[in-house]
T-cell receptor, first 113, second 112 residues
Framework: ETGVTQTPRHLVMGMTNKKSLKCEQH?????MYWYKQSAKKPLELMFV???????ENNSVPSRFSPECPNSSHLFLHLHTLQPEDSALYLC????????????FGPGTRLLVL | GQNIDQPTEMTATEGAIVQINCTYQ??????LFWYQQHAGEAPTFLSY????GLEEKGRFSSFLSRSKGYSYLLLKELQMKDSASYLC?????????????FGAGTQVVVTP
C-alpha cells in the first residue's frame, strides 16, 4: 500500500549468522534510506543512497553493510551482530534528497540472540 | 546536533481533541514533518510545515512557529483507529542529503 516493501518482516538470528534485509520501492524514487528504530527511542538514520550512490553513513558499525544495486532496491547485509542490534529496521524512499517526503516500508523486526 | 522533544504518551476519549506538541532546537531549519505509526507498521506521512501557520487536512491539522521552535499536531473527532504513535521530524537546512531528525514519538491512546 505504501509502495515500499520489506522482507523478511521478522528475523531471528544468532550472533554468528549472516543474513540480509531487502527493501524494494515501487514509487519511482531516486533516494533510499535505512533507519533503526529501538523501543522508546527516536528513529536513527543509518544510511542514505541517492541515485545508487551512498551519500550518508551515520557512524554505523561495519557489521552492517548496505548495498544498493539500483534505485529501486536496497539491501542491508548483517553479520556478527550483537543483542543490542535487536530493533525494527525501516527502509524509506523519497523522490530526491532535498527535503521531499520520505515514504516508509513496514520494517523488519530483528531479534539477535 | 539537534534536539526534538515531544511527550511520551497522551490519552484521550473517542470524539475528543488531542494536541501533540513538538519543540526543536536546530542550527538550521528546512521543514517539519509529522508521521503516524501504528504498532508493527510503517510510519505514514501526515503533514509537512515549512512556513509559519496552520495546515489543515481533514481531522488533522499541524501548526508551526519557527521563531519559537514549536509545532503541534491537532487531532479532532478522535476515533479508535487514531491510537498510534505520532512522530515529529525536523530537517536541518545544514544537512544536504534529506536527513531527518526524529523525536521519540508520542503514543496516543484513544479510549471509548
Amino acid at each position: 500500500e505504501t509502495g515500499v516493501t520489506q522482507t523478511p518482516r521478522h528475523l531471528v538470528m544468532g550472533m554468528t549468522n549472516k543474513k540480509s534485509l531487502k527493501c524494494e520501492q515501487h514509487l519511482g524514487h531516486n533516494a533510499m534510506y535505512w533507519y533503526k528504530q529501538s523501543a522508546k527511542k527516536p528513529l536513527e538514520l543509518m544510511f542514505v543512497y541517492n541515485f545508487k550512490e551512498q551519500t550518508e553513513n551515520n557512524s554505523v558499525p561495519s557489521r552492517f553493510s548496505p548495498e544498493c544495486p539500483n534505485s529501486s532496491h536496497l539491501f542491508l547485509h548483517l553479520h556478527t551482530l550483537q543483542p543490542e542490534d535487536s530493533a525494527l529496521y525501516l527502509c524509506a524512499s523519497s523522490q530526491g534528497t532535498s527535503g521531499e517526503t520520505q515514504y516508509f516500508g513496514p520494517g523488519t523486526r530483528l531479534l539477535v540472540l | 546536533g539537534q534536539n526534538i522533544d515531544q511527550p511520551t504518551e497522551m490519552t484521550a476519549t473517542e470524539g475528543a481533541i488531542v494536541q501533540i506538541n513538538c519543540t526543536y532546537q536546530t542550527s538550521g531549519f528546512n521543514g517539519l514533518f509529522w508521521y503516524q505509526q501504528h504498532a508493527g507498521e510503517a510510519p505514514t506521512f501526515l503533514s509537512y510545515n515549512v512556513l509559519d501557520g496552520l495546515e489543515e487536512k481533514g481531522r488533522f491539522s499541524s501548526f508551526l512557529s519557527r521563531s519559537k521552535g514549536y509545532s503541534y499536531l491537532l487531532l479532532k473527532e478522535l476515533q479508535m483507529k487514531d491510537s498510534a504513535s505520532y512522530l515529529c521530524a525536523v530537517r536541518d537546512k545544514a544537512d544536504s542529503w534529506g536527513k531527518l531528525q526524529f523525536g521519540a514519538g508520542t503514543q496516543v491512546v484513544v479510549t471509548p
